[in-house]
C-alpha cells in the first residue's frame, strides 16, 4: 500500500471519530469555536467576516467576548464604518493588537459600502482583495458564513495534520493545500472545526492527552510522548526476559 492510499483510508475514521466525539450531527452551528457560535446566533457573514479579522494571532476564547462586545453595539458595515474609532478599541480591547483591529475592521467595513454595497462577496477571489483578508480568513468566511466547502488552516489544523500523518508540511499555508489535494470534499465544510476542537481538547501543542485519543497506532507525535516511550519500554522488557531465558539454558 503506498503512503498515499494509507492516508486516503486514514481520513474517514479519523473524521468519523472526530464528528461523533464534537459534532454529532455534522452541524457547523452546534460548533464551539467562536465563529460557530456566531453563525448558531446570526448567520450573517459580515459576522464572521469581522469576527475572523479579530481572531488573527488571538485565542478564541478572546474573540468570542471581544466579538459578543462588538455586535451588542455595531453589527452592520454601516454601523462599524460610521463608529467612533475609540468605541471600537473599547469594544474589541480583549483581543491582541486591538488598536490595529479597530482601524482594519473599519477600513473593511467602509469599502464593503464603496465596492459591494454593504454585501459581503461570495467568492474567493473578491475576499482575498479586501483588507486584512488572507487565505485562511477568506476561507473561514466561505465556510461559516457561506457554507462552501473550503479548508482554512489555522495552527491547529496545521499541528493536528501534520502529527496525524496527513501531512509533512511546515506552514500552514503549505497545509492547506496538502489537505485540499489529499482529503476528500466532502469532508471539507467540517475539517477546520473538528481538528481545531481536537487541537484544543486533545492534541494541545504542549501536554496533549494521548490515552483519550484513538490515534495513537498511527500519530506521529505518540512515540515521543511519555506513553508512546512507556509503550516502547514494555514491548522491548519481555523480549530481554526471553533472551536471557535462551542463555541461561545454554549453559
Not at 66 to 77: E, H, I, V
Not at 229 to 236: N, Y
Amino acid at each position: 500500500m503506498t503512503t498515499s492510499a494509507s492516508i486516503r483510508e486514514r481520513i474517514p475514521f479519523i473524521m468519523r471519530d472526530l464528528a461523533r466525539r464534537y459534532l454529532p450531527a455534522g452541524d457547523l452551528r452546534q460548533g464551539e469555536t467562536a465563529l460557530a457560535k456566531i453563525v448558531a446566533e446570526r448567520e450573517d457573514p459580515f459576522l464572521v467576516l469581522i469576527s475572523t479579522i479579530l481572531s488573527q494571532r488571538t485565542r478564541d476564547e478572546m474573540t468570542e467576548q471581544a466579538s459578543q462586545q462588538l455586535f451588542a453595539k455595531y453589527d452592520t458595515p454601516q454601523g462599524i464604518a460610521h463608529a467612533d474609532r475609540g468605541d471600537l478599541e473599547r469594544l474589541i480591547k480583549p483581543v491582541g493588537f486591538y488598536r490595529q483591529k479597530a482601524g482594519q475592521i473599519q477600513k473593511v467595513s467602509r469599502l464593503l459600502l464603496e465596492r459591494h454595497g454593504g454585501v459581503v462577496p461570495g467568492t474567493y477571489e473578491e475576499l482575498i482583495e479586501l483588507p486584512q483578508v488572507g487565505p485562511k480568513t477568506a476561507n473561514c468566511v466561505l465556510v461559516y458564513g457561506f457554507g462552501e466547502p473550503r479548508i482554512p488552516t489555522d495552527t491547529n489544523v496545521h499541528r493536528v495534520s501534520n502529527r496525524l500523518g496527513l501531512v509533512r508540511t511546515k506552514a500552514p499555508e503549505a497545509t492547506e493545500q496538502r489537505l485540499v489535494a489529499t482529503v476528500p470534499k466532502e469532508y471539507w465544510l467540517l475539517i477546520n472545526e473538528l481538528f481545531i476542537r481536537f487541537g484544543k481538547d486533545l492534541c494541545r501543542p504542549i501536554g496533549p492527552i494521548c490515552p483519550r485519543c484513538s490515534f495513537t497506532e498511527f500519530c506521529r507525535f505518540y512515540p515521543r510522548t511519555k506513553w508512546g516511550k512507556a509503550t516502547r519500554r514494555a514491548v522491548r522488557r519481555p523480549q530481554v526476559h526471553r533472551s536471557r531465558r535462551r542463555s541461561l539454558s545454554h549453559d
